[in-house]
């Protein structure tokens, strides 16, 4: 199926927070069958969905659906926010830092001289 960039982008954006967070959801959007005919696709997305995305020659006005991509990108955003835990002191909830966030970059740690 062929859609616009902007669809195609908050679709593997948000299959993307789901397989992080081991979920799965569905998501119907407009595309571009093997027929050259417009019509509506609905994907499963989860931990194990399989994706390709490029870009292809298409002479046609791009696919958009704004209401569609807002919707997304909120699912994306509501499901994505760091998990709170307990200190092992069992104080306040701190939150954790995803790996692959910009926030988490590395520290330099200097020896004690002997």
Do not use: C, K
């Not at 669809?7 to 569905?26: Q, T």
């Not at 119907?28 to 509506?40: S, W």
């Not at 609905?42 to 002479?59: A, I, K, N, R, T």
């Not at 200190?87 to 926030?103: I, N, R």
């Amino acid at each position: 199926m062929v859609t616009g960039d902007d669809i195609a982008e908050a679709v593997v954006a948000y299959a993307r927070a789901l397989a992080l967070r081991g979920r799965s959801d569905s998501v119907d959007l407009p595309g571009i069958d093997v027929d050259g005919e417009e019509r509506r696709f609905q994907l499963l997305l989860g931990p194990s969905s399989q994706m390709l995305v490029s870009h292809e020659p298409w002479h046609g006005d791009e696919l958009t659906d704004e209401a569609l991509v807002a919707d997304v990108g909120r699912r994306g955003l509501l499901i994505s926010g760091p998990d709170p835990v307990t200190t092992p002191s069992g104080g306040s909830p701190v939150a954790l830092v995803p790996l692959e966030a910009d926030e988490f970059t590395p520290v330099e740690i200097s020896s004690p001289e002997s």
